[in-house]
């Protein structure tokens, strides 16, 4: 092989190279190019995210409050009845004891 024909070989070789790295560089671009559509739509399905995420916190949070107010209500509601318990065995004892002294006085 002449030195002409080595020449040659080596810059048909190159240039075979240069035209499959630029083929394959125009694929690569060519299947990961985002369209302007999609970019819109990915902004738009992050901000319904974003909104969705700040009503379910606030949703949360009310659920929260009204749990407390709840809460504090059945135990207002439970120191009324033991309340109102108390006072029914004092009123029975009471009943009692006037029944008694009643049945006491009847009997002398």
Do not use: P
Request: charge should be negative; hydrophobic fraction near 45%; include cysteine.
């Amino acid at each position: 092989m002449s030195r002409t024909e080595f020449v040659l070989a080596t810059a048909i070789i190159l240039f075979v190279a240069f035209c499959l790295g630029w083929f394959a560089n125009w694929l690569l671009h060519r299947f990961t190019r985002v369209a302007a559509g999609d970019v819109e739509q990915l902004d738009r399905m992050s901000q319904e995210l974003h909104e969705a995420e700040e009503t379910r916190d606030q949703a949360i949070t009310y659920l929260q409050q009204r749990e407390a107010e709840l809460t504090n209500q059945l135990s207002q509601t439970e120191a009324e009845l033991r309340a109102a318990m108390d006072g029914l065995r004092d009123a029975r004892h009471e009943a009692e004891e006037m029944r008694a002294y009643i049945d006491r006085q009847k009997g002398a």
